[in-house]
C-alpha cells in the first residue's frame, strides 16, 4: 500500500529535550515536505526537500532541522524544543511540487 | 504575508446545499491550484485540482471555477452531504511549468453539513 508513515503520532515532552519525528515513504518521491498546522494559520511550511541530500527552508524552518540521505526518509529534527512548537505536524511527498502530495498521518507534539 | 487567502473560516451549510469556499492569489506565476480534504484525524488529502489553462473543472459533486484575471479560484460543492463536513484548504504553486519547490496553502476552512 502506498503511504506516508510517521511517528510517533503523539509526543509529549519538556522543553529543551531533543526529539526526533520520522518520516518515511513507500513511493519512491523525490519531493518530501514537512508543515505545522495551527488552528487559524494553516499548513505552513518548514522545510522541503527535492532529493537525497538536497533540503531547503520552507516558510518557518527556526528551531527545526531536517536530513535527507535517503529518498525514502526524511526526519525531521528539534534540537531544543519551545513550547511554541507545539502543533499537530505533517511530512508529505510527491513526485513534483505540482503533483498530488500525499501527507502522513501527522503528529500530534505537545512541548510543556 | 499570506500569498493565498481562503475565506470564509467556518461555513455551515444544510444538507443539499452549495458549499461554496473562495480563495485569492497574488503570485501572477501560479500555474497549479489543488484543493485538499482534511477530516478529523487525518492527514489532508487531494480532492480536485485546476490548470489556469481552464475556467471550471468538474468531478462528481466538486467544481473547481477559476477567474485568472481576478486571481480567484473557488470551490463548488453541490448537493453537500454530511460526510463532506471537514477542513478544505487551498493551494497554489507554480510548479507545473516552473520549478516551484513549494505549495503555498490557504488557512482553511471547517465546513459542517448539517442534516
Known amino acids: 500500500e502506498a503511504q506516508v508513515t510517521q511517528n510517533p503520532r503523539y509526543l509529549i515532552t519538556v522543553t529543551g529535550k531533543k526529539l526526533t519525528v520520522t518520516c518515511s515513504q513507500n513511493?519512491?518521491?523525490?519531493?518530501m515536505s514537512w508543515y505545522r498546522q495551527d488552528p487559524g494559520l494553516g499548513l505552513r511550511q518548514i522545510y522541503y526537500?527535492?532529493?537525497?541530500?538536497?533540503?531547503d527552508k520552507g516558510d518557518v524552518p527556526e528551531g527545526y532541522k531536517v536530513s535527507r540521505k535517503e529518498k525514502r526518509n526524511f526526519p525531521l529534527i528539534l534540537e531544543s524544543p519551545s513550547p511554541n512548537q507545539t502543533s499537530l505536524y505533517f511530512c508529505a511527498s510527491s513526485l513534483r511540487t505540482s503533483d498530488e502530495q500525499f501527507f502522513g498521518p501527522g503528529t500530534r507534539l505537545t512541548v510543556l | 504575508q499570506q500569498q493565498v487567502k481562503q475565506s470564509p473560516q467556518s461555513l455551515i451549510v444544510q444538507k443539499g446545499g452549495i458549499s461554496i469556499i473562495n480563495c485569492a492569489y497574488e503570485n501572477t506565476a501560479f500555474d497549479y491550484f489543488p484543493w485538499y480534504q482534511q477530516f478529523p484525524g487525518k492527514g489532508p488529502a487531494l480532492l480536485i485540482a485546476?490548470?489556469?489553462?481552464?475556467s471550471e473543472k468538474k468531478e462528481g459533486r466538486f467544481t473547481i471555477s477559476f477567474n485568472k484575471s481576478a486571481k480567484q479560484f473557488s470551490l463548488h460543492i453541490m448537493d453537500s452531504q454530511p460526510g463532506d463536513s471537514a477542513t478544505y484548504f487551498c493551494?497554489?504553486?507554480?510548479?507545473?511549468?516552473?520549478?516551484?519547490?513549494?505549495?503555498?496553502f490557504g488557512t482553511g476552512t471547517r465546513l459542517q453539513v448539517t442534516l
Open positions: 513511493m519512491n518521491h523525490e519531493y
Open positions: 526537500s527535492m532529493n537525497v541530500e538536497v533540503t
Open positions: 485546476i490548470r489556469p489553462d481552464v
Open positions: 493551494a497554489a504553486s507554480d510548479g507545473w511549468t516552473g520549478t516551484a519547490s513549494k505549495l503555498t
